[in-house]
């Protein structure tokens, strides 16, 4: 059984960070792509970041490029993500993703201006 536990998460001003960490258990976590994704109120969900198993690429959405940064460590079968510089813009779900559609819980990121 996959499992994807998400923490982190929290009510954070503007400018400042969070880090988001996903535990996984039920996978082979070393050769999976994790991701993270976001769904802001009345928005469809969206990918936020990539971390590819093979190639140990990284992809980005545009909106967070130069301000978070998707990171793995395999021995712990967990995914964080570092998020910088936090806007408004970011509040939303934030939700982890495994290669083969596993979702986490979610977890709540919201900015206050």
């Known amino acids: 059984q996959v499992q994807l536990v998400e923490s982190g998460g929290g009510l954070v001003q503007l400018g400042l960070s969070l880090n988001l960490s996903c535990t996984a258990s039920?996978?082979?976590?070393?050769?999976?792509?994790m991701g993270w994704f976001r769904q802001a109120p009345g928005k469809q969900r969206e990918a936020v970041a990539l971390?590819?198993?093979?190639?140990?690429?990284?992809d980005y959405a545009d909106s967070v490029k130069g301000r978070f940064t998707i990171s793995r460590d395999n021995v712990k079968s967990t995914v964080y993500l570092l998020m910088n510089s936090l806007k408004p813009e970011d509040t939303a779900v934030y939700y982890c993703?495994?290669?083969?559609?596993?979702w986490g819980q979610g977890t709540q990121v919201t900015v206050s201006s």
């Open positions: 039920g996978i082979i976590f070393s050769t999976s792509t």
């Open positions: 993703w495994c290669e083969g559609g596993f």
């Open positions: 971390f590819t198993s093979g190639s140990r690429s990284t």
